[in-house]
Protein backbone atom coordinates (compact mmCIF):
# COMPACT_ATOMS: atom_id res chain seq x y z
CA UNK A 1 0.00 0.00 0.00
CA UNK A 2 1.52 3.02 -1.23
CA UNK A 3 0.41 6.24 1.14
CA UNK A 4 2.30 9.63 0.84
CA UNK A 5 1.72 13.21 2.00
CA UNK A 6 1.76 15.99 -1.08
CA UNK A 7 1.53 19.73 -0.79
CA UNK A 8 -0.32 20.48 -4.12
CA UNK A 9 -3.07 18.80 -6.61
CA UNK A 10 -4.75 19.94 -9.27
CA UNK A 11 -7.92 21.72 -8.96
CA UNK A 12 -10.25 19.48 -10.38
CA UNK A 13 -9.25 16.39 -8.13
CA UNK A 14 -9.39 18.89 -5.34
CA UNK A 15 -12.72 19.78 -5.44
CA UNK A 16 -13.84 16.20 -6.62
CA UNK A 17 -12.68 15.32 -2.69
CA UNK A 18 -14.45 18.33 -1.54
CA UNK A 19 -17.53 17.07 -3.25
CA UNK A 20 -17.12 13.97 -1.95
CA UNK A 21 -16.23 14.33 1.49
CA UNK A 22 -18.99 15.27 4.06
CA UNK A 23 -17.11 17.27 6.36
CA UNK A 24 -15.65 19.69 3.62
CA UNK A 25 -16.59 23.17 4.45
CA UNK A 26 -15.93 26.63 3.26
CA UNK A 27 -12.03 26.99 4.91
CA UNK A 28 -10.99 23.60 2.69
CA UNK A 29 -11.86 25.37 -0.64
CA UNK A 30 -9.47 26.90 -3.33
CA UNK A 31 -11.41 29.98 -3.03
CA UNK A 32 -11.14 30.60 0.46
CA UNK A 33 -7.46 29.64 0.73
CA UNK A 34 -6.11 31.66 -2.72
CA UNK A 35 -7.31 34.83 -0.81
CA UNK A 36 -4.34 34.90 1.24
CA UNK A 37 -1.85 34.17 -1.33
CA UNK A 38 0.53 36.96 -2.24
CA UNK A 39 0.07 39.42 0.42
CA UNK A 40 2.46 40.35 2.72
CA UNK A 41 1.27 38.61 6.87
CA UNK A 42 -0.53 35.38 5.38
CA UNK A 43 0.70 32.39 3.96
CA UNK A 44 -1.79 29.61 3.15
CA UNK A 45 -0.39 25.86 2.94
CA UNK A 46 -1.94 22.62 1.87
CA UNK A 47 -1.40 19.21 2.79
CA UNK A 48 -3.10 15.80 1.18
CA UNK A 49 -2.74 12.47 1.94
CA UNK A 50 -2.96 10.19 -0.89
CA UNK A 51 -3.28 7.33 -1.14
CA UNK A 52 -3.28 5.22 -4.65
CA UNK A 53 -3.61 8.50 -6.15
CA UNK A 54 -6.49 9.35 -4.12
CA UNK A 55 -6.90 11.62 -1.59
CA UNK A 56 -8.06 10.93 1.63
CA UNK A 57 -7.10 13.95 4.52
CA UNK A 58 -6.30 16.69 3.94
CA UNK A 59 -5.19 19.77 6.11
CA UNK A 60 -5.29 23.51 5.13
CA UNK A 61 -3.60 26.07 7.35
CA UNK A 62 -3.04 29.97 7.42
CA UNK A 63 0.02 31.01 8.94
CA UNK A 64 -0.17 34.67 10.34
CA UNK A 65 2.97 36.77 10.76
CA UNK A 66 1.39 39.07 13.37
CA UNK A 67 4.56 41.50 12.74
CA UNK A 68 4.77 41.13 9.15
CA UNK A 69 8.26 39.86 8.13
CA UNK A 70 10.20 41.21 11.82
CA UNK A 71 11.11 37.77 13.18
CA UNK A 72 8.10 35.85 11.90
CA UNK A 73 9.57 33.05 14.11
CA UNK A 74 8.54 34.42 16.85
CA UNK A 75 5.16 36.20 16.04
CA UNK A 76 2.93 33.71 13.25
CA UNK A 77 0.95 31.26 14.20
CA UNK A 78 -0.79 28.48 12.26
CA UNK A 79 -4.44 28.43 11.89
CA UNK A 80 -6.39 25.25 10.41
CA UNK A 81 -9.66 26.83 10.16
CA UNK A 82 -12.14 24.07 9.24
CA UNK A 83 -10.26 21.70 10.98
CA UNK A 84 -8.58 18.35 9.47
CA UNK A 85 -10.66 16.62 6.82
CA UNK A 86 -11.30 12.94 5.84
CA UNK A 87 -12.40 11.05 3.57
CA UNK A 88 -15.99 9.44 4.45
CA UNK A 89 -15.19 5.68 4.32
CA UNK A 90 -12.19 5.71 6.53
CA UNK A 91 -12.06 2.94 9.43
CA UNK A 92 -11.36 4.05 12.65
CA UNK A 93 -8.50 1.73 12.29
CA UNK A 94 -7.31 3.31 9.43
CA UNK A 95 -6.90 6.74 10.46
CA UNK A 96 -5.69 5.96 13.51
CA UNK A 97 -2.82 4.63 11.42
CA UNK A 98 -2.69 6.43 8.70
CA UNK A 99 -3.20 10.35 9.37
CA UNK A 100 -0.30 10.34 11.68
CA UNK A 101 1.83 11.19 8.51
CA UNK A 102 0.13 14.08 7.84
CA UNK A 103 0.03 15.58 11.22
CA UNK A 104 4.04 14.84 11.08
CA UNK A 105 3.93 16.94 7.45
CA UNK A 106 2.25 19.54 8.86
CA UNK A 107 4.13 19.85 11.99
CA UNK A 108 7.15 19.44 10.43
CA UNK A 109 6.19 22.33 7.96
CA UNK A 110 4.50 24.70 10.23
CA UNK A 111 6.89 23.81 13.97
CA UNK A 112 9.67 25.61 12.08
CA UNK A 113 7.82 28.56 10.87
CA UNK A 114 5.28 29.31 13.50
CA UNK A 115 5.43 29.42 17.30
CA UNK A 116 1.90 27.53 17.75
CA UNK A 117 -0.87 26.07 15.72
CA UNK A 118 -4.81 25.97 16.51
CA UNK A 119 -6.69 23.69 14.88
CA UNK A 120 -10.53 24.70 14.63
CA UNK A 121 -13.01 22.04 14.68
CA UNK A 122 -15.97 22.73 12.25
CA UNK A 123 -17.46 19.30 13.05
CA UNK A 124 -16.81 16.57 15.78
CA UNK A 125 -13.23 15.98 16.05
CA UNK A 126 -13.90 12.35 17.78
CA UNK A 127 -12.21 10.39 14.66
CA UNK A 128 -8.88 12.33 14.72
CA UNK A 129 -8.58 13.06 18.16
CA UNK A 130 -6.56 10.28 19.31
CA UNK A 131 -4.06 10.60 15.97
CA UNK A 132 -4.18 14.23 17.02
CA UNK A 133 -3.48 14.30 20.78
CA UNK A 134 -0.48 11.73 20.40
CA UNK A 135 1.11 14.00 18.11
CA UNK A 136 1.10 16.26 20.40
CA UNK A 137 -1.97 18.66 19.66
CA UNK A 138 -3.96 18.94 22.94
CA UNK A 139 -7.97 19.39 22.70
CA UNK A 140 -9.14 22.15 24.69
CA UNK A 141 -12.59 23.29 24.86
CA UNK A 142 -14.57 25.60 22.58
CA UNK A 143 -18.24 26.13 22.21
CA UNK A 144 -19.85 26.75 19.80
CA UNK A 145 -23.88 27.01 18.51
CA UNK A 146 -25.96 25.57 15.43
CA UNK A 147 -29.34 26.22 14.51
CA UNK A 148 -31.20 23.26 12.64
CA UNK A 149 -32.97 25.11 9.64
CA UNK A 150 -34.74 22.44 8.23
CA UNK A 151 -37.26 23.05 10.38
CA UNK A 152 -38.33 25.96 8.27
CA UNK A 153 -38.09 30.29 9.12
CA UNK A 154 -41.37 29.63 11.02
CA UNK A 155 -40.02 27.26 13.41
CA UNK A 156 -36.51 28.83 13.92
CA UNK A 157 -38.40 32.19 14.30
CA UNK A 158 -40.33 30.90 17.08
CA UNK A 159 -37.44 29.00 19.21
CA UNK A 160 -35.91 32.21 19.36
CA UNK A 161 -36.85 34.10 23.06
CA UNK A 162 -39.53 36.23 23.50
CA UNK A 163 -37.54 39.28 24.20
CA UNK A 164 -35.02 38.57 21.46
CA UNK A 165 -37.78 38.48 18.88
CA UNK A 166 -39.26 42.06 20.21
CA UNK A 167 -35.80 43.28 20.14
CA UNK A 168 -35.53 42.11 16.53
CA UNK A 169 -38.52 43.45 14.96
CA UNK A 170 -38.00 47.18 17.22
CA UNK A 171 -34.25 47.31 15.60
CA UNK A 172 -35.66 46.32 11.84
CA UNK A 173 -38.16 48.92 12.14
CA UNK A 174 -35.60 51.40 12.64
CA UNK A 175 -32.73 50.20 9.87
CA UNK A 176 -32.32 49.44 6.58
CA UNK A 177 -30.78 46.05 5.60
CA UNK A 178 -28.28 46.52 2.44
CA UNK A 179 -26.92 43.30 0.81
CA UNK A 180 -22.85 44.09 -0.52
CA UNK A 181 -22.92 44.69 -3.82
CA UNK A 182 -19.61 46.27 -4.80
CA UNK A 183 -16.04 46.89 -2.98
CA UNK A 184 -17.11 49.65 -1.44
CA UNK A 185 -19.33 48.13 0.38
CA UNK A 186 -16.64 45.54 1.18
CA UNK A 187 -14.24 48.17 2.22
CA UNK A 188 -17.51 49.52 4.63
CA UNK A 189 -17.65 46.24 6.23
CA UNK A 190 -14.28 46.05 6.60
CA UNK A 191 -14.02 49.33 8.46
CA UNK A 192 -16.92 48.33 10.71
CA UNK A 193 -14.62 45.02 11.57
CA UNK A 194 -11.56 46.64 12.83
CA UNK A 195 -13.10 49.11 13.96
CA UNK A 196 -14.78 46.29 16.54
CA UNK A 197 -11.45 44.69 17.38
CA UNK A 198 -10.00 47.59 18.29
CA UNK A 199 -12.42 48.41 20.59
CA UNK A 200 -11.87 44.96 22.10
CA UNK A 201 -8.02 45.28 21.73
CA UNK A 202 -7.55 42.37 18.88
CA UNK A 203 -5.39 42.14 15.86
CA UNK A 204 -7.69 41.47 12.76
CA UNK A 205 -7.57 40.39 8.60
CA UNK A 206 -5.98 43.07 6.94
CA UNK A 207 -8.63 44.72 4.50
CA UNK A 208 -6.65 42.98 1.40
CA UNK A 209 -7.74 39.90 2.71
CA UNK A 210 -11.59 40.98 3.15
CA UNK A 211 -11.51 42.36 -0.23
CA UNK A 212 -9.40 39.14 -1.99
CA UNK A 213 -12.44 36.88 -0.14
CA UNK A 214 -14.94 38.78 -1.35
CA UNK A 215 -13.91 38.74 -5.25
CA UNK A 216 -13.14 35.21 -5.21
CA UNK A 217 -15.95 33.78 -3.08
CA UNK A 218 -18.51 36.02 -4.34
CA UNK A 219 -19.08 34.67 -8.41
CA UNK A 220 -19.73 31.23 -6.65
CA UNK A 221 -22.87 32.83 -4.23
CA UNK A 222 -20.12 31.62 -1.19
CA UNK A 223 -20.14 34.64 0.28
CA UNK A 224 -23.00 36.94 1.81
CA UNK A 225 -21.88 40.53 3.37
CA UNK A 226 -25.03 42.40 4.90
CA UNK A 227 -24.72 46.39 6.18
CA UNK A 228 -27.39 48.25 8.64
CA UNK A 229 -27.89 51.60 7.58
CA UNK A 230 -29.69 54.35 9.82
CA UNK A 231 -30.29 57.83 9.11
CA UNK A 232 -27.96 57.34 6.10
CA UNK A 233 -24.79 55.78 8.08
CA UNK A 234 -23.68 52.66 8.42
CA UNK A 235 -23.54 50.88 11.61
CA UNK A 236 -23.27 47.39 11.69
CA UNK A 237 -22.49 44.44 9.45
CA UNK A 238 -22.59 40.72 9.18
CA UNK A 239 -20.99 38.40 6.75
CA UNK A 240 -22.11 34.82 6.33
CA UNK A 241 -19.79 32.00 4.34
CA UNK A 242 -22.16 29.80 2.79
CA UNK A 243 -20.64 26.41 1.46
CA UNK A 244 -22.69 22.56 1.03
CA UNK A 245 -25.73 23.22 2.95
CA UNK A 246 -24.32 25.35 5.62
CA UNK A 247 -24.07 28.83 6.60
CA UNK A 248 -21.32 29.79 8.67
CA UNK A 249 -21.42 33.33 10.67
CA UNK A 250 -17.70 34.63 9.81
CA UNK A 251 -17.88 38.16 11.15
CA UNK A 252 -20.33 40.65 12.66
CA UNK A 253 -19.63 44.31 14.18
CA UNK A 254 -21.33 47.21 15.06
CA UNK A 255 -20.10 50.70 16.11
CA UNK A 256 -21.54 52.65 19.42
CA UNK A 257 -24.51 53.60 17.64
CA UNK A 258 -25.50 50.52 15.89
CA UNK A 259 -25.02 48.83 19.29
CA UNK A 260 -27.81 51.27 20.88
CA UNK A 261 -29.73 50.27 18.22
CA UNK A 262 -29.65 46.64 18.82
CA UNK A 263 -28.32 46.70 14.87
CA UNK A 264 -26.54 42.58 15.46
CA UNK A 265 -29.59 41.43 16.42
CA UNK A 266 -31.67 42.56 13.29
CA UNK A 267 -28.77 41.81 11.15
CA UNK A 268 -28.31 38.16 12.54
CA UNK A 269 -32.04 37.05 12.25
CA UNK A 270 -31.95 38.44 9.00
CA UNK A 271 -28.94 35.89 7.78
CA UNK A 272 -30.57 33.17 9.96
CA UNK A 273 -34.02 33.63 7.89
CA UNK A 274 -32.00 33.80 4.00
CA UNK A 275 -30.27 31.21 5.03
CA UNK A 276 -33.21 29.13 6.11
CA UNK A 277 -35.19 30.20 3.06
CA UNK A 278 -31.96 29.40 0.77
CA UNK A 279 -30.91 25.77 1.08
CA UNK A 280 -28.96 25.55 3.85
CA UNK A 281 -29.62 23.32 6.54
CA UNK A 282 -27.53 24.61 9.30
CA UNK A 283 -26.58 28.08 10.83
CA UNK A 284 -23.46 28.27 12.12
CA UNK A 285 -22.45 30.54 14.70
CA UNK A 286 -18.90 30.44 14.18
CA UNK A 287 -18.00 29.87 17.98
CA UNK A 288 -18.83 30.35 21.40
CA UNK A 289 -15.89 30.86 23.57
CA UNK A 290 -14.07 28.79 26.09
CA UNK A 291 -16.55 27.72 28.22
CA UNK A 292 -14.35 27.88 31.15
CA UNK A 293 -14.09 31.84 30.54
CA UNK A 294 -16.98 34.77 30.88
CA UNK A 295 -17.80 35.91 26.93
CA UNK A 296 -20.97 38.24 26.50
CA UNK A 297 -20.87 37.57 22.63
CA UNK A 298 -21.97 33.69 23.74
CA UNK A 299 -25.02 34.85 25.84
CA UNK A 300 -26.05 37.25 22.67
CA UNK A 301 -25.93 34.04 20.61
CA UNK A 302 -27.75 32.35 23.15
CA UNK A 303 -30.81 33.94 22.85
CA UNK A 304 -31.04 32.78 19.48
CA UNK A 305 -31.96 29.07 20.99
CA UNK A 306 -29.16 27.28 18.57
CA UNK A 307 -27.70 23.82 19.99
CA UNK A 308 -24.67 23.94 21.88
CA UNK A 309 -21.60 22.16 20.81
CA UNK A 310 -18.49 21.69 22.13
CA UNK A 311 -16.59 20.42 19.59
CA UNK A 312 -13.18 22.32 20.89
CA UNK A 313 -9.54 22.75 18.86
CA UNK A 314 -6.27 21.41 18.98
CA UNK A 315 -3.49 23.52 20.02
CA UNK A 316 0.03 22.76 19.84
CA UNK A 317 2.78 25.16 21.11
CA UNK A 318 6.00 23.87 18.63
CA UNK A 319 8.34 26.17 20.92
CA UNK A 320 7.64 26.81 24.82
CA UNK A 321 10.33 29.38 24.71
CA UNK A 322 9.23 31.01 21.70
CA UNK A 323 5.96 30.88 23.06
CA UNK A 324 6.69 32.74 26.22
CA UNK A 325 8.91 35.83 24.64
CA UNK A 326 5.81 35.85 21.64
CA UNK A 327 3.21 36.50 24.30
CA UNK A 328 4.96 38.81 26.28
CA UNK A 329 6.07 40.71 22.52
CA UNK A 330 2.84 40.69 21.85
CA UNK A 331 1.08 42.15 25.28
CA UNK A 332 3.53 44.83 24.01
CA UNK A 333 2.02 45.09 20.27
CA UNK A 334 -1.46 45.58 21.81
CA UNK A 335 -0.40 48.42 24.03
CA UNK A 336 1.34 50.29 21.61
CA UNK A 337 -1.60 49.65 18.42
CA UNK A 338 -5.03 49.99 20.88
CA UNK A 339 -3.83 52.40 23.05
Not at 20 to 27: K, P, T
Request: charged share 25%; proline share 4%.
Amino acid sequence: MSIEVITKVDADRWDDFLQRASGANIFHTRHFLDSFRETERYVPFTFFLIERERIIAMIASVQTKLMGDLLPRFSSRSVVYGGVLLADDLSHTYIQKHLTKLIDAYDGTLGSRTVYSEVRNVSDPTPMTLAMTHKGHRLVPHLNYLIDLTPGEEAVWEAVTAKRRRIIKRASDKLTILQASTESHVDIFSDLVRQTYSRVRTPCFEPEIFREVWRRLSPHGHIRINLAEYEGRHVATVAVLVYKGRSYEWFAASNREGDRLDANSALLWDAIKWSANNGCSVFDFGGAGNPNKPYPVRDFKARFRGDLVNYGRFVKVYSPWRYGLSSAGYGVLRRILFR
